[in-house]
Each structure stands twice: as C-alpha cells, then as structure tokens.
C-alpha cells in the first residue's frame, strides 16, 4: 500500500506559478513510476504527466508541455509538479498517482494508488 498526499495547490493569476508536491509514505517509493493527472468540473480526468521510478524519462502532454516540470525526489519518497505560465484552462483538482511498473504511464487505469487531490484556480 502507498499513502499518498498532495499539496500545493490554490489560486493564482493567469501567469503565474504553483509548485504542487506528492508525498509518498507505505512502500518504497523509488519503485513506483509516478503520475500527476487532473480533473475540471464536468470533465473526465486527465493525464498531465509521468516519471519513472529513477526519473530518467518523463512525458508530458502536449497542452502542459515547455510550461510544467515534473521531478522527484526519491530520498523524501516525494514527486513535484512545477507549473509556470498557468492558465484558466489549467485550474482543475491535480491528483498524483502511483505505479508499481518500471516505465511510464499515460493512463489513468494503470495506477494502482492515488492521492485525494489538490485544488488549483487560475483566474484570467
């Protein structure tokens, strides 16, 4: 079992920043690829972006790419999401997920373990 909790998120002007972080505590982290996906009102939750478990490689979908940087940092069982030049579009409750795979993962269903989310509001 992995715990996880985000945090970081609230509300910030168009351009602006956020840094949301996944705290990660059960099972060792640093054998779990991780995701951050979100979730806007009425919408079906999406993917935003992966890492793998050394975080070699990362991929990150298009509406987010050259804005967001994930990373992780194993020793603190913790994955950030740095968000720069957010838009209205962006603001949705951001969810980080775990997976016990050795790459990366794209979809929702391959996760085995999910935080409760955090609420990020970009105003226009």
């Known amino acids: 079992q992995v715990h996880l909790v985000e945090s970081g998120g609230g509300l910030v002007q168009a351009g602006g920043s956020l840094r949301l972080s996944c705290a990660a505590s059960g099972r060792t982290f640093s054998n779990h690829a991780m995701g951050w996906f979100r979730q806007a009102p009425g919408k079906e939750r999406e993917f935003v972006v992966a890492i793998t478990r050394r975080g070699d490689t990362t991929y990150y979908a298009e509406s987010v790419k050259g804005r967001f940087t994930i990373s992780r940092d194993n020793a603190k069982s913790t994955v950030y999401l740095q968000m720069n030049s957010l838009k209205p579009e962006d603001s949705a409750v951001y969810y980080c997920?775990?997976?016990?795979?050795?790459?990366?993962?794209?979809?929702?269903?391959?996760?085995?373990?999910w935080g409760q989310g955090t609420q990020v509001t970009v105003s226009s």
């Open positions: 997920a775990a997976n016990q795979g050795n790459y990366y993962y794209i979809n929702a269903a391959d996760y085995d373990y």
